[in-house]
């Protein structure tokens, strides 16, 4: 008989390929790295190596307007329900509240506070982090502004023929 523990996790139906050598098995849905194998043969076990799943990848990422809220991020690797506890989503260092798995493995979301700008993103899912050169978070431009009449004349008084808008301060 063979049987196989990634961590804590049974590796479902292993089939010997080669004797002595090689066996498949089907893993369970998990996340992180360096997770022990131990193989068990006639009842004489071994820990011979590690095993790590993917780390997350982020395929799209959300803005959100200049006040803050909901963030969604697309991707893979990002775990299921079982493993919210162990995901970080940090946006410009800052961490992102409230993670929820809104699709096991495929979608997360969280909340994350006011500002302007782009961010570099580094999510990671029980200590496997995904590439930070890749990902990277803005928030959606201004919408609707308009000048009251005030500002209007404030600005035909200090004999400005023309205002060109520029980006908000954080």
Known sequence: ???????????????????????????PSGAGGNHRVNLTVQG????????????????SISSIPTEGGLVTFIGSNFGSTNFTSKISILIGGVECTAVTVVTPHTSLSCYYLAGTGTRNVVLSVASLS??????TFS???????TFS???AMAVRKAGVSSV???PLAP
């Open 164 to 166: 060109t808008p520029s």
């Open 130 to 135: 995904s590439q930070t050169t890749s990902a």
């Open 139 to 145: 928030y959606s431009p201004p919408s609707n502004v």
């Open 1 to 27: 008989t063979v049987s196989v523990l990634v961590g804590s996790l049974p590796c479902a139906s292993p089939t010997i390929i080669v004797p002595h050598t090689t066996l498949t098995c089907i893993l």
């Open 44 to 59: 004489q076990s071994n820990i011979a190596t590690t095993f790590s799943y993917n780390a997350p990848i982020i395929s």
């Open 149 to 151: 009449s005030y500002a």
